[in-house]
């Protein structure tokens, strides 16, 4: 009796057992995943019955995959390739590095905007502009609770970003355009030097308006000439006087910074102005005016020469860890408070308003912001009960085979 419920959960726990060491010992040798579709998903039952013999840090990168408890979500791009990675970063030649930020399988959120990436690519500019980028500005009614209400400003959110051209050149196409379909209407290039082919590159961007260009770093002092120094990535001084021009211009509501090893995307939302929208109110009390935004690395998946195909297709493997944040802030709270640094735009909090590490949206509840600690334990949380609620089903899968098998026994004897 019970002979295929025992069946059914032997396999269910041996699948458990043996899926995660074999995880725990492949390494994935450079050059051997070599794709640009992402390789099948596992059935989403199976991975719950896996996910008490995992490590830590996979089942918080498994359950990460399901549900982010954010909002907004950055994915950093450390290593586009194990060449490009050494070059970088040769002090990592004979390090974990690289294998640590393949561990995990990696979120497939961020390519379901690849799509309209490929279309937008595809269309011409007067159509792009009409429905990615207003051209005739934008208007936010009740901008301010004191005072005149309404606001029209150029655009709506801009994103701020640092070119390298001997680097960056290859990735700044579909950098501008996957950020254009999540929900960013302008670009702030600057370029670390000048570079003709940065400059035909980024020609028909700037002539429609989509992209503001700077071709050097200007002279701190004098602002009217490139100066000819390598740029410090730690340096303050450049980045602050940059956001300091475009808040300063008023021709945007919001401000964001990433590097083009970075993309920032709405987690569930259509478009990052579907989250930022309702908090577009300068002096709002219960309103969010600045948003860190998480990030998750990412490294070489394999590769060892960068692919040919869009950097959000190529990338299935992932760091356990996040670490680090990118600041979404309001550009009229963020003027003269800036201070330079990488991974925040406002240095420190002031009233009023909120600034969120997390911002959680649930259905019906709404949006409140929580900490970067409580995000973590609210996904190891939801995993542990998805864990016990699969065992359960195991295990009422297993009771229901056995009453089965037992009435069917009778059925038989009573037949005789």
């Known amino acids: 009796q019970g002979a295929l419920g025992s069946v059914l959960f032997v396999a269910a726990?041996?699948?458990?057992?043996?899926?995660?060491?074999?995880?725990?010992?492949?390494?994935?040798?450079?050059?051997?995943?070599?794709?640009?579709?992402?390789?099948?998903?596992?059935?989403?039952?199976?991975?719950?019955?896996?996910?008490?013999?995992?490590?830590?840090?996979?089942?918080?990168?498994?359950?990460?995959?399901?549900?982010?408890?954010?909002?907004?979500?950055?994915?950093?791009?450390?290593?586009?390739?194990?060449?490009?990675?050494?070059?970088?970063?040769?002090?990592?030649?004979?390090?974990?590095?690289?294998?640590?930020?393949?561990?995990?399988?990696?979120?497939?959120?961020?390519?379901?905007?690849?799509?309209?990436?490929?279309a937008l690519q595809a269309m011409p500019w007067e159509e792009r502009l009409k429905r990615y980028h207003r051209p005739s500005g934008v208007c936010v009614d009740d901008y301010r609770r004191r005072g005149a209400a309404r606001e029209c400003r150029t655009h709506f959110v801009t994103l701020s970003v640092p070119a390298n051209p001997a680097t960056d050149l290859p990735y700044v196409r579909d950098w501008l355009d996957f950020h254009t379909v999540a929900g960013f209407d302008h670009f702030d290039v600057w370029s670390l030097e000048p570079s003709e082919d940065m400059d035909r590159l980024l020609e028909e961007y700037v002539r429609h308006g989509v992209v503001t260009y700077r071709p050097c770093l200007l002279e701190l002092e004098t602002q009217d000439r490139c100066e000819h120094r390598p740029f410090d990535h730690h340096d303050r001084s450049h980045r602050s006087r940059i956001f300091e021009n475009i808040t300063r211009s008023n021709t945007t509501f919001w401000l964001a910074h990433c590097d083009l090893d970075e993309v920032i995307f709405p987690t569930y939302a259509e478009s990052v102005a579907d989250i930022l929208l309702p908090e577009t109110v300068v002096d709002g009390q219960d309103t969010v005016f600045h948003f860190a935004v998480p990030v998750a690395h990412y490294s070489t998946s394999g590769w060892v020469a960068p692919p040919a195909c869009p950097t959000m297709a190529a990338y299935h493997r992932a760091g356990v860890d996040l670490s680090n944040q990118k600041g979404i802030g309001l550009s009229d709270r963020v003027r003269g408070r800036h201070e330079g640094g990488v991974h925040s735009l406002i240095a420190h909090y002031e009233s009023p308003g909120l600034m969120c590490d997390f911002n959680l949206w649930l259905p019906v509840i709404g949006r409140f912001c929580i900490g970067a600690r409580t995000g973590r334990n609210l996904s190891l949380a939801l995993g542990a009960c998805l864990c016990l609620a699969a065992y359960g089903a195991v295990a009422a899968m297993g009771l229901a085979c056995l009453f089965a098998f037992r009435h069917l026994l009778g059925l038989v004897e009573r037949t005789r």
């Open 13 to 118: 726990v041996l699948y458990s057992l043996s899926s995660p060491f074999l995880l725990r010992i492949m390494t994935i040798p450079e050059g051997a995943m070599r794709f640009c579709e992402p390789p099948p998903e596992a059935f989403w039952f199976f991975e719950l019955l896996q996910a008490p013999f995992l490590g830590k840090g996979q089942f918080r990168c498994m359950v990460r995959r399901w549900w982010f408890p954010s909002a907004l979500e950055c994915l950093h791009f450390m290593s586009r390739s194990l060449n490009e990675a050494m070059a970088k970063r040769p002090e990592f030649a004979k390090s974990s590095w690289v294998p640590e930020h393949n561990l995990c399988e990696a979120s497939r959120r961020p390519m379901r905007f690849l799509g309209a990436m490929a």
